[in-house]
């Protein structure tokens, strides 16, 4: 069982990446339209969020490998910003979806936020998120 939750959490970034490349390669509002009127603003802020996730993902699959160390981190943050770029010069290239420099701003700010968190609440002081990722991991 350890070495499926270990399996899982070493192809899910990967998964999700798969994911946001397919939402990229349609129109925004092909499978979610909300019937709010903020249903744009709502979408445009998933961009703070959609990176983010992606690096916490990483962090997932490196604690359950024992890898996670500060060199680490920075490298799965680095990988999640360049993804975003690459995510965002791919919808370049799909018809009704744009590409912006605002989009990929974004996206740097929710990984950049992320990481500011695990370095702060994980490796410079005793924290609950640390005691719960350490727990996550065996």
């Known amino acids: 069982m350890q070495r499926l939750i270990t399996a899982f959490l070493?192809?899910?970034?990967?998964?999700y990446m798969g994911f946001i490349w397919f939402l990229s390669s349609h129109p925004s509002d092909e499978f979610i339209e909300t019937p709010f009127w903020f249903?744009?603003?709502?979408k445009e802020?998933?961009?703070l969020v959609e990176f983010g996730i992606l690096f916490w993902l990483f962090v997932l699959a490196l604690i359950r490998h024992t890898r996670l160390t500060q060199k680490t981190s920075v490298i799965v943050a680095i990988i999640s910003i360049l993804y975003g770029l690459t995510d965002e010069i791919h919808q370049a290239f799909v018809p009704s979806r744009s590409a912006t420099v605002i989009d990929f701003i974004k996206d740097t700010i929710g990984v950049i936020v992320s990481y500011w968190v695990l370095k702060t609440w994980y490796f410079t002081k005793e924290s609950t998120l640390k005691r719960v990722l350490v727990k996550f991991s065996k």
């Open 45 to 47: 802020s998933l961009h």
């Open 39 to 42: 249903d744009d603003l709502l």
């Open 10 to 15: 070493t192809i899910l970034p990967f998964t």
